[in-house]
């Protein structure tokens, strides 16, 4: 039986994506990634595990990035995302290539692009309930790639003084420092996500630079949602644009 995609908005420039509801849908992760990030309308971008499309969809509709690429391992995923990078015509800055994370390097050359945004599975394997279905496992559990596969490519496929920046857990943050500055990218920005004024951090957002120096700024936190269950102004305004920063219901 042929699946059936539902349509979502994105919030910006019209732009929609298709997703699998038994798959492994976008969250804010996303959302908030693709603001963190930097990249100029000439750099050469790559996303490592795209899934659907969700982050290069997101950096073009921001004007982040002139050319992105979408790795991603799964073929249905891989297919998907192409599907939604000409829904939007966005075909001639944004392709998908269906290849396995650990193997960047070797696809696509060393030192050939200048930034990497990933959004990788959160869960070490053996921790947590893994979910029966395969796209769900895949996609938050380290089953296909590790953080130290993540961080190796990433660091192979940066030219010089290239920028990185991955979404993750909190709780895995020592590690990723670590992993980071043993692949010579140097933490550079670390933001604390919270759900709420006074809760733990929920997500951290990391960038770092390949070859970069030692200084490491921490900027203020964001919190997602105010006393009255919606939206910060920031975080409204991170999802639907510059001026439109006012509390506004989940949508």
């Not at 990249?39 to 997101?58: C, E, F, H, K, Q």
């Not at 297919?79 to 290849?99: K, M, P, T, W, Y």
């Not at 970069?212 to 919606?230: A, S």
């Amino acid at each position: 039986m042929e699946k059936k995609l539902r349509s979502d908005e994105l919030g910006r420039k019209g732009y929609r994506i298709l997703q699998d509801p038994d798959a492994f849908c976008f969250g804010v992760d996303a959302v908030l990634l693709a603001d963190f990030a930097e990249a100029s309308r000439t750099d050469r971008v790559l996303d490592l595990g795209t899934g659907n499309g969700i982050l290069p969809l997101l950096l073009d509709a921001r004007e982040k990035g002139g050319s992105i690429v979408g790795l991603e391992l799964q073929e249905a995923s891989a297919a998907l995302a192409a599907e939604n990078f000409a829904l939007n015509g966005a075909a001639e800055r944004l392709s998908a290539v269906c290849g396995d994370l650990k193997e960047a390097s070797a696809i696509f050359g060393k030192a050939s692009f200048d930034a990497v945004v990933t959004n990788p599975p959160y869960q070490e394997l053996g921790r947590g309930l893994i979910n029966p279905d395969g796209a769900k496992s895949v996609a938050r559990h380290e089953i296909a790639c590790t953080l130290e596969d993540v961080l190796r490519e990433a660091a192979a496929v940066l030219k010089l003084h290239g920028k990185f920046y991955m979404v993750h857990r909190p709780k895995r943050l020592a590690e990723i420092l670590a992993g980071m500055q043993a692949v010579r990218i140097a933490p550079r920005t670390l933001r604390f996500v919270h759900a709420h004024a006074g809760d733990m951090a929920s997500l951290v957002l990391v960038s770092g630079m390949r070859g970069g120096g030692k200084e490491l700024r921490v900027l203020p936190p964001l919190i997602l949602y105010g006393e009255d269950g919606k939206y910060t102004p920031e975080v409204y305004e991170i999802y639907y644009g510059e001026g439109t920063g006012k509390a506004g219901e989940e949508r």
